[in-house]
Structure formats: C-alpha cells, structure tokens
C-alpha cells in the first residue's frame, strides 16, 4: 500500500524559508520519479517540481514559480523527497503534496504552508 507523508509546513514571514520533507513507503521509491505538488484556495492542483528516478534519463524540473527559489532533493536509502523552499512570497501560501508523477496513487494528507508578516 502507496503511504505518502508529508510533513515542515507552517507559518512562515515573506521572504523567509521553510524545509518541506515527504516519507514514502509501500513501492520501489529508488526507481520511481517524485514530484511534489501545491494547492491554493480556489486554484487547480500544479506541479511545483519534479525529480528523476534512478532509472530515468530526465533532469529536475521546477516550475517558473519556483526556479531560483525552490530546490528538490531525494535520499533512496531513506525513502524521502525534500522541497527546501526560500524567499517565500505572498502568493505561494497552499497545501503541498508529494506524489509519483503519472500515476493514480491516493494522495496524502499534506502539509500546509501559509506566509504572512
């Protein structure tokens, strides 16, 4: 069984910084890529970055949001996935979600991220 737990939200000051870990379990973790996600009030479900699998042959991939800001890592002997988040902004307030790209794994529970002075 997929187990995704996500878990480093909070309140945040703008421009501050914040350190969002994901604990996978329950699949093949080194051979498969990793995404994590956001979602804001209102707004669709997007993409915040992406990284290869051992097996892959594609790069890390952030969106224009998060390039220069965001950063994406993985540990495969711990079986986690890390989003280091910096200069946060007004506008990245959401809850965040890690995930298997292109797959129909349940998500988590998330972890929320809310920035205000």
């Known amino acids: 069984q997929v187990q995704l737990v996500e878990s480093g939200g909070g309140l945040v000051q703008p421009g501050g910084s914040r350190k969002l870990s994901c604990v996978a379990s329950g699949f093949a973790f080194e051979f498969s890529d990793m995404g994590w996600y956001r979602q804001a009030p209102g707004k669709e479900r997007e993409l915040v970055a992406s990284?290869?699998?051992?097996?892959?042959?594609?790069?890390?991939n952030y969106a224009d949001f998060a390039e220069g800001r965001f950063t994406i890592s993985r540990d495969n002997v711990e079986h986690t996935v890390d989003l280091e988040m910096t200069d946060l902004k007004p506008e990245d307030p959401a809850m965040y979600y890690c995930?298997?790209?292109?797959?129909?794994?349940?998500w988590g529970q998330g972890t929320l991220v809310a920035v205000s002075a």
């Open positions: 990284i290869p699998s051992v097996l892959s042959s594609g790069k890390i």
């Open positions: 995930r298997r790209p292109s797959t129909w794994d349940a």
